[in-house]
T-cell receptor, first 114, second 115 residues
């Protein structure tokens, strides 16, 4: 089946630094989503991307839908301690019933050092 | 987006027993899904919960182990049957509101430990 590989797997950064992470797929997706999950909570949607080449921002977060439609990038500018968490990408696929479903990436664990 | 409530939020169960997890949404939703997140891992789709019909299961998941109901557009249940320690995971409900292709939103999950 399809797999989404995220890199880096984990990262420790200093407060104030910018963060970059990416997600790559063996197949083409029509929609990319980025989520953040904190301990004890479900994933929270950060950004949704619907078109190849699309660049979308949400505050200090910026995500891009790769031109090949097989990858996506998430950047966090001027990181703060509350950015700690696990960041997941997700790509939209078609389920066996013909409707759609989302495949999740392996996750990037972010730790911000104050 | 919709408010998604899952019950219970956590439980500790004996092996061989079954537990039913409920997912209640405060508005009608287009689609409902159930995911499993094993410790330290990503999210794996168990099935799509179809309103008024049998759920659509992903490879590796079967109805006998994970029966799912969705009697209406705002409620679904997932049962984890005949549990073993390998079933210790977080089980998450997610929903899509509005037109197909919209992003999905998650509840806070049910943390299940099997002794």
């Amino acid at each position: 089946g399809q797999q989404l590989n995220q890199s880096p797997q984990s990262m420790f950064i200093q407060e104030g630094e910018d963060v970059s992470m990416n997600c790559t797929s063996s197949s083409i997706f029509n929609t990319w989503l980025w989520y953040k999950q904190e301990p004890g909570e479900g994933p929270v949607l950060l950004i949704a991307l619907y078109k190849a080449g699309e660049l979308t921002s949400n505050g200090r977060l910026t995500a891009q839908f790769g031109i090949t439609r097989k990858d996506s990038f998430l950047n966090i500018s001027a990181s703060i301690p509350s950015d700690v968490g696990i960041y997941f990408c997700a790509g939209q696929d078609t389920s066996s019933s013909g409707t759609y479903k989302y495949i999740f990436g392996t996750g990037t664990r972010l730790k911000v050092l104050a | 987006s919709a408010v998604i409530s899952q019950k219970p939020s956590r439980d500790i169960c004996q092996r061989g027993t079954s537990l039913t997890i409920q997912c209640q949404v405060d508005s009608q939703v287009t689609m409902m899904f159930w995911y499993r997140q094993q410790p330290g891992q990503s999210l794996t789709l168990i099935a799509t919960a179809n309103q008024g019909s049998e759920a659509t299961y992903e490879s590796g998941f079967v109805i006998d182990k994970f029966p799912i109901s969705r009697p209406n557009l705002t409620f679904s249940t997932l049962t984890v049957s005949n549990m073993s320690p390998e079933d210790s995971s977080i089980y998450l409900c997610s929903v899509v509101v509005g037109a197909a292709g919209q992003p999905q939103h998650f509840g806070d999950g049910t943390r299940l430990s099997i002794l």
